[in-house]
């Protein structure tokens, strides 16, 4: 027998193989696999919203601690080499971070108030809910009513 | 990709979760064949199916439609039983391939070989040849892969897939001519 028969006599035997039969309730397994992985959306985007939200003020926490080390970088190293000025470069660094926290206080509470300023004029929020329910059933309605007969052929 | 399956697809895609029922019904017994053959462990081979169709529909949405989805699962799964034959400290390797020495074959030699191999011996044959050759004779032959679609399988160059190839073929020969009983 020629290689190049043996050859085709491989490749037709190898190909006449049968496929083995999964074992009994191999899908069933598969399926209840892919339920367990398969994230709910509106789990998925909620967590996804808290990671961005937890990694945002991580983020600005750092940068806002850098910040203050960085920018009194000297006094805090003229204090550490003093004998008992590591503790006083921590309370100096404490107190720092105390009055950046209370600005930033000070600029939340603001920005609240002018919201609240502007929400005054909004109506209340079961209001505006009754008025979208409302908006949304007329829509449908007058859409439904709107759809052209489909022509039979 | 036939058209039921591109809609299964993109069903699943979709978040249809249920249309992944009817992937599973076309490729379980393929993709277990396959498992079952490189790892020649029923419970592995199960295991690693599972785990391949289970990390292929995490990961459907980075096939690409553009390939045939078999050789994009098949590649799944191939991942799959290589790191369960990691896991069983069997060795695969895949850097350095030992390709092994073939026997030379004088031409003109009578080989007793029938006309047709019974699918036991086959199967047998395909056992005893180390998972890198039995996986693309199988990819070639048994799922009628070309080279540059076994290529995307495995993640290894055409080349390396045609020495594969080659190799594979020819421990097959040795272990059929052996059996025949023939001389080299």
């Not at chain 2, 592995?44 to 289970?54: G, I, L, R, S």
């Not at chain 2, 029938?114 to 036991?120: Q, T, V, W, Y």
Request: proline share 5%; aromatic share 10%.
């Amino acid at each position: 027998m020629k290689p190049d028969q043996t050859d085709e006599l491989i490749a037709r035997a190898i190909a006449a193989l049968p496929y083995r039969r999964s074992p009994e309730g191999f899908g069933a397994r598969v399926m209840a696999g892919i339920a367990a992985v398969a994230p709910q959306p509106w789990y998925a985007g909620l967590l996804k919203t808290a990671g961005l939200t937890l990694t945002a003020w991580v983020s600005a926490l750092a940068f806002v601690s850098a910040r203050i080390l960085y920018a009194n970088l000297g006094e805090l190293a003229a204090l550490a080499i003093q004998p008992g000025g590591f503790s006083r470069a921590l309370a100096f660094t404490a107190a720092r971070a105390a009055l950046l926290l209370s600005k930033l206080a000070a600029a939340a509470s603001f920005a609240s108030e002018m919201l609240s300023a502007a929400s005054a004029w909004l109506p209340a929020w079961y209001e505006i809910g009754f008025a979208v329910l409302f908006c949304s059933a007329a829509i449908a309605a007058l859409s439904k009513s709107a759809r052209p007969v489909r022509q039979g052929i | 990709m036939p058209e039921a399956e591109k809609e299964l697809v993109l069903r699943c895609l979709g978040g249809d979760t249920s249309a992944f029922a009817g992937i599973l019904d076309i490729y379980q017994d393929r993709i277990y064949s396959f498992a079952l053959r490189l790892l020649k462990d029923p419970v592995a081979a199960e295991e690693a199916a599972q785990e391949a169709f289970v990390k292929a529909f995490r990961g459907l949405s980075s096939y690409n439609s553009a390939y045939p989805f078999s050789s994009w699962l098949f590649r799944v799964a191939h991942n799959a039983c290589m790191d369960a034959l990691r896991a069983g400290n069997k060795t695969v390797s895949l850097d350095t391939e030992d390709f092994p020495d073939l026997p030379d074959r004088s031409a003109g030699v009578e080989l007793k070989v029938e006309d047709s191999i019974a699918s036991e011996r086959i199967e047998a044959m395909l056992a005893s040849l180390p998972p890198l050759y039995s996986e693309v004779l199988l990819l070639a032959y048994k799922e009628n892969m070309g080279s540059s679609e076994i290529a995307r399988v495995l993640g290894a160059p055409e080349g390396t897939v045609k020495a594969r190839l080659f190799r594979g073929r020819e421990l097959m020969k040795v272990k059929l001519y052996r059996e025949a009983g023939a001389t080299f």
